[in-house]
């Protein structure tokens, strides 16, 4: 067993195509809430808090911190927990791109991933860049074996479990470069075919109402990015947080469905994911794609791109024109 250095004080406040043969079972953690989304099942796309400690020391898993917060993994993390940086091993840092075949290969090889590992990825934010994360690692072929810890760091630290300070040591696997499937990924040109009503879609954008209206470009204490405040039109708004519980769990399934049929997306056209630089859509794109099984791409260029493009069509409800003035 790995050596426990401390125990955190309470915390505050269709893919089929894709899918590979699932990890081997690891413990059985018992049953799950039949309203629930699945957890800790072979096939699911979440794990419990539960699981994870239960599972930590199995030698076919992996756990992967995805955080944005600078330092919040030298702190303290998850036993046995790699550290990936999502602005210089998720994508090309020159070129505004996810990482690139050789990039992602040697990632993957450095973590000891093979195509069989059960890859557990969390982080801070609700598992804003753990998602992102694990959209990339879709994008790569690895689909059903990488999963998200439901409530990511904050219910782990918030149910007071280990924590340690320790960068752990693994054998490098070999993980064979395969092309990014582009599947998975909206582009510029397809929101835009959406906006001008030549595809029959639907974008759903994740961002704050304020954002969607044009009140704001960007979320208080973030630099404004684009030019132009709004949404593209034909877009509609659910906030992604409306997808969780206070805790950061994902709320049951029939109520997700709820959720995004009030606006009109139910899984019977493809939905492409939106919000400001695609790390908030990319946690709605998991529970569209991989909790409910909608087909849903996620947009990475999000509004940043699209808000920014000269000759294109905007909706802004607030009135702003420049900056958000």
Not at 87 to 112: M, N, Q, Y
Not at 150 to 159: L, M, Q, V
Not at 221 to 246: D, F, M, Q, T, Y
Request: one cysteine or more; charged letters at 25%.
């Amino acid at each position: 067993m790995r050596k426990i250095l401390f125990r955190p004080a309470l915390a505050g406040a269709a893919l089929a195509a894709l899918l590979l043969p699932a990890a081997p079972a690891l413990a059985n953690a018992g049953a799950t809430a039949a309203a629930a989304p699945v957890r800790d099942g072979e096939k699911s796309p979440l794990v419990s808090t539960e699981w994870l400690e239960k599972n930590i020391d199995s030698p076919k898993l992996r756990i992967v911190e995805v955080s944005v917060d600078p330092g919040v993994y030298e702190r303290g993390h998850i036993p046995g927990a790699h550290n990936v940086a999502w602005h210089t091993d998720l994508v090309e840092t020159v070129s505004r791109d996810i990482a690139g075949p050789e990039k992602f290969a040697a990632l993957a090889r450095r973590l000891g991933i093979d195509r069989d590992t059960t890859v557990v990825l969390y982080g801070d934010n609700n598992n804003w860049f753990a998602a992102w994360g694990a959209w990339v690692f879709a994008q790569y072929g690895l689909v059903d074996t990488v999963k998200l810890l439901d409530g990511g760091r904050k219910k782990w630290e918030a149910e007071k479990r280990p924590l340690d300070t320790r960068t752990p040591e693994v054998a490098a696997s070999t993980f064979a470069v395969t092309p990014a499937t582009t599947a998975l990924r909206a582009r510029f040109t397809d929101v835009l075919a959406v906006a001008r009503k030549e595809k029959d879609e639907k974008i759903l954008d994740i961002r704050s109402p304020d954002e969607f209206s044009g009140k704001v470009i960007a979320p208080a204490g973030v630099p404004e990015l684009a030019v132009r405040a709004g949404h593209i039109p034909g877009s509609v708004n659910v906030p992604w947080g409306k997808a969780v519980n206070p805790d950061g769990t994902l709320k049951p399934v029939e109520e997700l469905r709820k959720l995004y049929a009030e606006a009109g997306i139910d899984g019977t056209k493809p939905v492409i994911t939106s919000c400001r630089i695609g790390e908030r859509s990319s946690h709605s794109w998991f529970v569209l794609s991989r909790v409910l099984g909608y087909p849903a791409r996620n947009y990475d260029g999000s509004w940043t791109e699209y808000g920014n493009a000269v000759g294109v069509p905007v909706v802004n409800l607030a009135g702003t024109v420049w900056g958000g003035k």
